[in-house]
């Protein structure tokens, strides 16, 4: 298999004494690969050493198939938390035409017509895994759903998967106030070439005075970490942000799979060496302005692959 995809075939029960390891390849069905295994098995070690310590519930912005709001939801209920599942269920609503590059469209998401709806599957997910005391689903466009939904005081853990500027931004305006200090914020999507996600959040945290750092989770989403402040060494990238590598170069599991690929590629030599860049890139311990262009050459066919040059060709994305 050419590289990086060997990375998102990872078999999560291969991942020898990780407690969510069982849990992360129940949900593989019912996963988007991505953010599949990777987000679930770094969220669930975030979770496990600080969810201890955060009050507040869980939310999630962006359902789709269930996998993700299933996996933070058995951690709401070990914490004692709920979770708010936020999702229009009948797709994405018009791309933002200033915000948004061409890439995704209105209905992208949404069920096949010959399948149940979203709604229903999840909320037969949710029954079959007894989780309708700690999951609270909130259907609709998330510019309507907020204005009826009461929060909670506060939140823990917001995991923002809407792929839209508008949504995106909507969310940042309504969650990130009511999260916790040292609460954990995830957006996805920040380094897909629709863009919107990232120029969401630009423009949220400029607007708010705030410089956030910017902890890549693999392969295209952030993790950031309320009220945190970048040390004075740590240089910007040249769009400005501060990213940081530590959460991959703490995640074993991630490092073990690279070595893996690296193992598996050496006679495919220009894959192998994108391989051992990237496991280069993850033993550092420093940070670089160059890191995260480095890491984006290391996934090169991964973003080529991903941006179709003619959008307009694209078939609409059912799930």
Same mark, same amino acid.
């Given at each position: 298999?050419?590289?990086?995809?060997q990375l998102f075939q990872a078999v999560p029960e291969r991942f020898p004494g990780n407690p969510d390891s069982p849990l992360v390849a129940d949900l593989a069905a019912l996963?988007?690969?991505?953010?599949?295994?990777?987000?679930?098995?770094?969220?669930?070690?975030?979770?496990?050493?600080?969810?201890?310590?955060? $009050? &507040? =519930?869980?939310?999630?912005?962006?359902?789709?198939? *269930?996998?993700?709001?299933? !996996?933070? #939801?058995?951690?709401?209920? /070990?914490?004692?938390?709920?979770?708010?599942?936020?999702?229009?269920?009948?797709?994405?609503?018009?791309?933002?035409?200033?915000?948004?590059?061409?890439?995704?469209? $209105? &209905? =992208?998401?949404?069920?096949?017509?010959?399948?149940? *709806?979203?709604?229903?599957? !999840?909320? #037969?997910?949710?029954?079959? /895994?007894?989780?309708?005391?700690?999951?609270?689903?909130?259907?609709?466009?998330?510019?309507?759903?907020?204005?009826?939904?009461?929060?909670?005081?506060?939140?823990?853990?917001?995991?923002?998967?809407?792929?839209?500027?508008?949504?995106?931004?909507?969310?940042?305006?309504?969650?990130?106030?009511?999260?916790?200090?040292?609460?954990?914020?995830?957006?996805?999507?920040?380094?897909?070439?629709?863009?919107?996600?990232?120029?969401?959040?630009e423009a949220f945290f400029a607007q708010q005075g705030i410089a956030p750092v910017y902890h890549v989770?693999?392969?295209?989403?952030?993790?950031?970490?309320?009220?945190?402040?970048?040390?004075?060494?740590?240089?910007?990238?040249?769009?400005?942000?501060?990213?940081?590598?530590?959460?991959?170069?703490?995640?074993?599991?991630?490092?073990?799979?690279?070595?893996?690929?690296?193992?598996?590629?050496?006679?495919?030599?220009?894959?192998?060496?994108?391989?051992?860049?990237?496991?280069?890139?993850?033993?550092?311990?420093?940070?670089?302005?160059?890191?995260?262009?480095?890491?984006?050459?290391?996934?090169?066919?991964?973003?080529?692959?991903?941006?179709?040059?003619?959008?307009?060709?694209?078939?609409?994305?059912?799930?």
């Amino acid at each position: 298999m050419a590289w990086p995809y060997q990375l998102f075939q990872a078999v999560p029960e291969r991942f020898p004494g990780n407690p969510d390891s069982p849990l992360v390849a129940d949900l593989a069905a019912l996963s988007l690969h991505p953010p599949f295994p990777w987000g679930q098995i770094l969220y669930g070690k975030i979770l496990r050493e600080r969810g201890e310590g955060l $009050a &507040g =519930d869980f939310a999630e912005c962006g359902v789709a198939l *269930g996998g993700m709001s299933l !996996f933070l #939801a058995q951690h709401a209920r /070990r914490l004692g938390r709920q979770l708010h599942a936020f999702d229009s269920f009948v797709g994405l609503p018009e791309p933002s035409r200033t915000h948004d590059n061409p890439y995704f469209r $209105a &209905g =992208d998401y949404r069920a096949d017509q010959a399948e149940q *709806g979203l709604l229903t599957r !999840f909320q #037969a997910e949710i029954r079959q /895994r007894q989780l309708e005391q700690t999951v609270n689903v909130v259907p609709g466009f998330l510019a309507d759903s907020l204005e009826d939904f009461t929060p909670p005081d506060s939140f823990a853990f917001v995991h923002i998967d809407l792929d839209l500027y508008e949504p995106v931004l909507q969310a940042l305006a309504f969650f990130y106030p009511r999260l916790v200090p040292g609460g954990v914020l995830v957006i996805d999507d920040v380094f897909h070439h629709a863009r919107g996600p990232a120029r969401a959040a630009e423009a949220f945290f400029a607007q708010q005075g705030i410089a956030p750092v910017y902890h890549v989770s693999f392969p295209y989403s952030v993790v950031l970490f309320k009220g945190e402040e970048a040390d004075p060494d740590h240089r910007r990238a040249i769009d400005g942000n501060r990213y940081s590598f530590d959460l991959l170069r703490d995640l074993h599991e991630l490092r073990a799979a690279v070595d893996q690929a690296c193992q598996d590629l050496q006679d495919t030599p220009e894959d192998h060496a994108k391989a051992e860049a990237l496991k280069d890139l993850l033993a550092r311990s420093d940070h670089k302005s160059s890191d995260i262009y480095d890491y984006w050459s290391c996934l090169a066919r991964y973003w080529d692959d991903m941006d179709d040059p003619n959008p307009n060709a694209r078939p609409l994305i059912e799930i």
